[in-house]
C-alpha cells in the first residue's frame, strides 16, 4: 500500500464541502470516483482542511492510500482526465506511509475576499462577499494587530465541532485593498498553526464591522479577550473564503 500526497485545486461552489455527506455532491467524492476509475479500486482519501459548502482551495491536501503503481506524474494526468471541470490535481508526490494530512500540518494560510462596490460583481458572486459600502482596510488592518500571535480564539468558535484546545497561534493576518485606492477587493488573509470551526469566518465579520464604522478599531481585541463567541461579528459567507495552503516540516 502507497501512500500519495496530492495537492488539489477546487472551486467548492457546487459542492457540499469536502468530506462525503449522503445524496450531496462533495470534492471527497468526486476524487474518490476518480481515483476508483484510474486505479479500478478504491482508495482512502484524507484531506488536511474539511472545508465546508462553498468554500474554495487552491492548495487543499489530500493523503491517498492505494495499491495502484502508476507513476505520481501519470496519476495526476489520469486523475484530471477524470474529474470535474471544477476540480484539478496541481500535484502528487509519493511519500512515507505514515504521513497524516493533518496531524502533520504546521500551518494553514486561509483567503478571504470581499468585494465592497456599490453595485454587485455578477462576475464575482461565487468568489467574493458583497459588502455595498466602501470599506476602511486601513481600519481593518490596525485592528487585526490584536489577534495575531497566540491566543484564546473562543470567541471565533462557531459550535459544532469539540476541540481540546481554543488556543491557536497566529503568524500572520493582513487587510488588504487590491488595485490601489480606486479598487473594490479587499482580501484578508491569515496564517495559522491550526483554525477553529469557522474561526477565519467569524475573525472576517468582526474586522467587516471595524471597516464599516460599526465598531472601534479597539473592539476585536476586546472581542478576544471576552471569550464568548456572542461578542464577535457575524459569521462571513462561505463563498469568499479560500483555502491557498499547507504547509509541513
Same mark, same amino acid.
Given at each position: 500500500?502507497r501512500?500519495?500526497?496530492?495537492?488539489?485545486?477546487?472551486?467548492?461552489?457546487?459542492?457540499?464541502?469536502?468530506?462525503?455527506?449522503?445524496?450531496?455532491?462533495?470534492?471527497?467524492g468526486?476524487?474518490?470516483?476518480? !481515483?476508483?476509475?484510474?486505479?479500478?479500486?478504491?482508495?482512502?482519501?484524507?484531506?488536511?482542511?474539511?472545508?465546508?459548502?462553498? !468554500?474554495?482551495?487552491?492548495g487543499q491536501? !489530500?493523503s491517498?492510500?492505494?495499491?495502484?503503481?502508476?507513476?505520481?506524474d501519470?496519476?495526476?494526468?489520469?486523475?484530471?482526465?477524470?474529474?470535474?471541470?471544477?476540480v484539478?490535481v496541481?500535484?502528487?508526490?509519493?511519500?512515507?506511509?505514515g504521513f497524516?494530512p493533518?496531524?502533520?500540518?504546521?500551518?494553514?494560510?486561509?483567503?478571504?475576499?470581499?468585494?465592497?462596490?456599490?453595485?454587485?460583481? !455578477?462576475?464575482?458572486?461565487?468568489?467574493?462577499?458583497?459588502?455595498?459600502?466602501?470599506?476602511?482596510?486601513?481600519?481593518?488592518?490596525?485592528?487585526?494587530?490584536?489577534?495575531?500571535?497566540?491566543?484564546? @480564539?473562543?470567541s @471565533?468558535?462557531?459550535?459544532?465541532?469539540?476541540?481540546?484546545?481554543?488556543?491557536r497561534?497566529?503568524?500572520?493576518?493582513?487587510?488588504?485593498?487590491?488595485?490601489?485606492?480606486?479598487?473594490?477587493?479587499?482580501?484578508?488573509?491569515?496564517?495559522?498553526n491550526? @483554525?477553529l470551526?469557522n474561526?477565519?469566518?467569524?475573525?472576517?465579520?468582526?474586522?467587516?464591522?471595524v471597516?464599516?464604522?460599526?465598531e472601534?478599531?479597539?473592539?476585536?481585541?476586546?472581542?478576544?479577550?471576552?471569550?464568548?463567541?456572542t461578542?464577535a461579528?457575524?459569521?462571513?459567507?462561505?463563498?469568499?473564503?479560500?483555502?491557498?495552503?499547507?504547509?509541513?516540516?
Amino acid at each position: 500500500m502507497r501512500t500519495i500526497k496530492l495537492t488539489l485545486a477546487y472551486e467548492g461552489t457546487a459542492y457540499a464541502g469536502w468530506q462525503l455527506q449522503p445524496d450531496q455532491p462533495t470534492v471527497q467524492g468526486v476524487l474518490e470516483a476518480a !481515483v476508483e476509475r484510474v486505479t479500478g479500486a478504491t482508495g482512502q482519501t484524507l484531506a488536511a482542511g474539511r472545508t465546508d459548502a462553498g !468554500v474554495h482551495a487552491l492548495g487543499q491536501v !489530500v493523503s491517498l492510500r492505494t495499491e495502484s503503481r502508476l507513476a505520481p506524474d501519470v496519476l495526476v494526468r489520469a486523475l484530471n482526465a477524470n474529474l470535474p471541470d471544477d476540480v484539478a490535481v496541481i500535484e502528487a508526490v509519493e511519500v512515507d506511509p505514515g504521513f497524516h494530512p493533518i496531524r502533520d500540518a504546521r500551518r494553514k494560510l486561509y483567503r478571504y475576499q470581499i468585494h465592497d462596490g456599490p453595485i454587485r460583481d !455578477v462576475f464575482r458572486r461565487g468568489d467574493a462577499w458583497h459588502v455595498p459600502c466602501r470599506l476602511d482596510a486601513e481600519a481593518m488592518q490596525r485592528a487585526a494587530a490584536a489577534l495575531s500571535g497566540r491566543h484564546d @480564539f473562543r470567541s @471565533f468558535q462557531t459550535s459544532g465541532a469539540e476541540r481540546l484546545t481554543t488556543v491557536r497561534t497566529v503568524y500572520e493576518l493582513s487587510v488588504q485593498r487590491e488595485g490601489g485606492c480606486q479598487g473594490h477587493l479587499v482580501t484578508i488573509e491569515i496564517q495559522a498553526n491550526g @483554525f477553529l470551526y469557522n474561526m477565519v469566518r467569524a475573525i472576517v465579520g468582526t474586522l467587516v464591522e471595524v471597516g464599516r464604522g460599526a465598531e472601534p478599531e479597539s473592539w476585536p481585541g476586546e472581542v478576544l479577550l471576552a471569550a464568548d463567541r456572542t461578542r464577535a461579528g457575524p459569521t462571513a459567507p462561505a463563498h469568499g473564503l479560500f483555502l491557498v495552503s499547507v504547509r509541513y516540516d
